[in-house]
């Protein structure tokens, strides 16, 4: 785990170059900062300040960065092309408007390349085609559906009356998976190879701004409460919140005289006796997760920024003792907290066998 403290101001999102030796971060406004890593410290290299507008997502790339995908504070998606025949070493773009009612707060490719998912503020998650005959293969059958002409709507979840503004949306490495999280801190995943079945959970958390897979059946999210938190979603659809992943120290309480506690509420501006300090790493709201260390298949590493200004590297990792990945039966875990468990599966399925959530 390390963190590094870019900036004062928030950052609202990054992109990291392929070879995670560069990130773009955007400091709350229309600009763009390129950081490179030189040793163990981040070192700006690029400021870029072409933008008109407030930033508010990263570029978001598809798999195979044949084009790219830019999105603005509109009800609409603009997918920008290469273009290489009709108009060689031009940029064409292409809007997606219907049926998108609200502002577009979030993106995510599926692993086709061609498949984009896109949550909104009227609560709705959803995935369109983004098939350009010109510069796509014909893209293969999937569990969303076989018909894929460029803007089509493939599926559609939540709306009104349910959910919040979908702050977040994450296809598994597969596919077939997409998760989302709504500004009533519920954790949704539709299953598409399952006729489309939608598990969700309704956290006791403050409101969730980013959520990725980790792995097939494991996502993590983040937010307001500024820790990163783990999720699975079994193979039944059975949803389930497994730990914070930021485990905070003990800190060491003594005694202060009235004195120095006087002075520590003139020094803070405050009435209060009160640490404004938090336990967690990050000090402000999350705003994105993404993976640093190999793929949504198998993180091992990933990445957090926030409104603090920092930028977070957490190890994760989960491993399987016995059985191997088809047929597990007791698996390992390690945490922040140093320390190292070993679960049998068995045994938790039976403790959850009898569970009852009221």
């Known amino acids: 785990m390390s963190l590094h403290?870019?900036?004062?101001?928030?950052?609202?999102?990054?992109?990291?170059?392929?070879d995670r030796t560069q990130i773009a971060i955007s400091p709350n406004n229309h600009e763009v900062h390129i950081y490179k890593k030189s040793g163990n410290q981040w070192v700006k290299a690029h400021e870029l300040k072409e933008h008109n507008g407030h930033i508010t997502e990263g570029m978001k790339k598809p798999p195979l960065e044949s084009f790219f995908h830019l999105h603005y504070f509109g009800p609409f998606l603009v997918i920008k092309e290469f273009e290489?025949?009709?108009?060689?070493?031009?940029?064409?773009?292409?809007?997606?408007?219907k049926p998108i009612r609200s502002t577009v707060l979030s993106l995510d490719w599926h692993p086709n390349n061609v498949l984009l998912a896109a949550g909104s503020c009227d609560f709705k998650c959803r995935v369109f085609?983004?098939?350009?005959?010109?510069?796509?293969?014909?893209?293969?059958?999937?569990?969303?559906?076989?018909?894929m002409p460029f803007g089509q709507l493939m599926s559609e979840f939540g709306g009104a009356g349910s959910g919040g503004w979908v702050h977040s949306v994450s296809f598994s490495a597969s596919g077939n998976r997409l998760a989302w999280v709504s500004h009533d801190s519920t954790v949704s995943v539709a299953d598409a190879s399952k006729n489309m079945m939608v598990s969700q959970l309704k956290t006791e958390f403050l409101p969730l701004l980013s959520v990725s897979f980790v792995?097939?059946?494991?996502?993590?999210?983040?937010?307001?409460?500024?820790?990163?938190?783990l999720f699975n979603c079994d193979d039944r659809g059975l949803l389930t919140f497994v730990s914070?992943?930021?485990?905070?120290?003990?800190?060491?309480?003594?005694?202060?005289?009235?004195?120095?506690?006087?002075?520590?509420?003139?020094?803070?501006?405050t009435t209060e006796d009160r640490n404004t300090t938090l336990e967690t790493l990050h000090q402000n709201s999350i705003t994105q997760v993404s993976i640093y260390e190999i793929d949504k298949r198998d993180c091992r590493k990933f990445c957090t920024t926030g409104i603090d200004g920092a930028m977070t590297i957490w190890d994760f990792k989960i491993s399987v003792l016995v059985g191997g990945k088809d047929k597990c039966s007791q698996f390992c875990t390690t945490g922040m907290d140093g320390g190292m468990s070993i679960w049998d599966v068995k045994s938790l399925e039976?403790?959850?066998?009898?569970?009852?959530?009221k």
């Not at 792995?215 to 938190?229: F, I, L, R, T, Y």
């Not at 039976?350 to 959530?357: T, W």
Request: hydrophobic share 35%; net charge positive; aromatic share 8%.
């Open 84 to 97: 290489s025949v009709t108009s060689p070493g031009w940029w064409v773009s292409k809007h997606i408007k």
């Open 129 to 147: 085609s983004a098939y350009i005959k010109e510069v796509d293969e014909k893209p293969a059958s999937t569990p969303w559906g076989s018909k």
């Open 244 to 269: 914070k992943l930021d485990i905070p120290k003990q800190s060491i309480q003594r005694n202060i005289s009235a004195m120095e506690r006087f002075r520590n509420m003139d020094k803070r501006a």
């Open 215 to 229: 792995s097939e059946n494991s996502v993590v999210a983040a937010g307001h409460d500024c820790c990163p938190m």
């Open 5 to 18: 403290q870019f900036l004062l101001e928030p950052i609202t999102c990054h992109a990291w170059n392929r």
């Open 350 to 357: 039976s403790a959850l066998k009898d569970l009852k959530i």
